[in-house]
Nanobody
């Protein structure tokens, strides 16, 4: 059974940093991703990674501030220069690779963790 467990969320002041971790019990697919969701909004991509090579893909809003890394067992999201708008529940997910690479689309991901809350105070 594929299970994902996030950790590392918490509260931080604007400008601060957090590191999220996602442990997966058994990798079904080669793409791992971090997504986030705020109340009343849809889930959006933050960053994804192709675990065999470590090749990352970032959503525009986090590029330059967030770094995704890891392998097929554990994936990390290093978040720097956090702003209030980064406040959300962060989820990790596992999904299949397809051309041209790991997708940022939520619907492409099959397995999901329960989420971890990140709160940034201004």
């Amino acid at each position: 059974q594929v299970q994902l467990q996030e950790s590392g969320g918490g509260s931080v002041q604007a400008g601060g940093s957090l590191r999220l971790s996602c442990a997966i019990t058994r990798t079904a697919y080669n793409c791992m991703g971090w997504f986030r969701q705020t109340p009343g909004s849809g889930r959006e991509a933050v960053a994804v990674i192709y675990t065999p090579t470590g090749e990352p893909t970032y959503a525009g809003s986090t590029k330059g501030r967030f770094t995704i890394s890891g392998d097929k067992k554990t994936v990390y999201l290093e978040m720097n220069d956090l702003v209030f708008e980064d406040t959300a529940v962060y989820y990790c997910a596992n999904g299949p690779w397809s051309l041209p690479g790991c997708s940022l689309a939520v619907e492409r991901y099959t397995y999901w963790g329960q989420g971890t809350q990140v709160t940034v105070s201004s």
